[in-house]
């Protein structure tokens, strides 16, 4: 800051704070006439402002979630090359909502509302990876779309082209089942979230919605009081779901073990972790065929795909 007041860059008023009387004054930066000039005469859009090109799309952590440091071998080094590519076509792509009034959509109400921005600097993917393991995560995470509420991916162009979001029906649950040799679709085919029998909650809450939600979070939990507190933490603010106590949910929960029994061991028991490293070689090799062979973009929203119109068949 000194530099640049020095160079006339910008302009600073030093503030001061006087604990006797309690007046005090924030110190005060801005842009001088000249640097106005500058930014006037300039002439640069939003595909000008993008990552460094050496920023590291493949993370490490520790069971701390703290960023691990590790040494590159061959698996790493072909890794940070396709996420390298991928987030080059990323960033050459104009990706945005085009219904909508401005730039940005708000998530919640209140003092949780957050904004979410649609522009073009948030783009950037990464992989990351948990407990200092290669084979647990290994997830592709950033980029707006991840934040940004179903609703509104429907609307989602690229490069003014209109685009179709495909999803893995019940993925975990169905990649569960075939590690214990079962094909779901072809041996069960029953709606993996649909139940019966449920009495002891509000009729008007969605119950297949309630069941999805509980299962998928206890896959990743590691004990059935984790789970719920992961299902009500998860749950859409301000709905019935989100009241639901642990007595409410232990049925549902029996119900769901009762119905997918060979992989019933599996629930609660922490496999999550496992399944979220499958899940993410599933979307290496889409994102391996979308930038090298279609020389396309793909969005990644972990089993869910958002693909131009036309890639979706």
Known sequence: VDALVLQGIIKKKNGFNDRISGI?????????????????????????????ENREPIV?????????????????????????????????????????????????????????QINQQDKFVRRIFNNSRWDQGGRFYGGWWQRCPTKYRESIMMDGMATSEIDFSGLHVVLLYSEEGINYWAEVNEDP????????????????????????????????????QAFRFQAEAGTLEKRLTNDQLEPILATLKRKHEPIAHKIASG???????????????????????LKSPILTVHDSYVVPFGYDR
């Open 24 to 52: 005090g004054f924030q110190s005060r930066i801005w842009a001088s006439e000249g640097l106005k000039a500058q930014f006037k005469k300039a002439k640069f859009h939003q595909f000008h402002i993008h990552s460094h």
């Open 60 to 116: 490490l952590r520790n069971k701390n979630k703290d960023n691990d440091k590790y040494q590159s071998n061959e698996k790493v080094r072909a890794m940070r090359s396709v996420l390298s590519d991928y987030n080059d076509i990323l960033a050459n792509t104009h990706i945005d909502i085009y219904n909508l009034e401005k730039p940005v959509i708000e998530i919640g109400e209140g003092k949780k509302m957050m904004r979410l």
């Open 193 to 228: 979230y649909l139940l019966h029998g449920i009495n002891n909650i509000d009729p008007e809450i969605d119950l297949r919605a309630a069941a999805k939600l509980l299962i998928l979070t206890a896959i990743n939990a590691d004990d059935e009081a984790k789970a719920f």
């Open 271 to 293: 496999a999550g972790i496992d399944l979220m490293y499958l899940d993410s070689q599933i979307t290496e090799k889409l994102v391996e065929v979308f930038t090298y062979t």
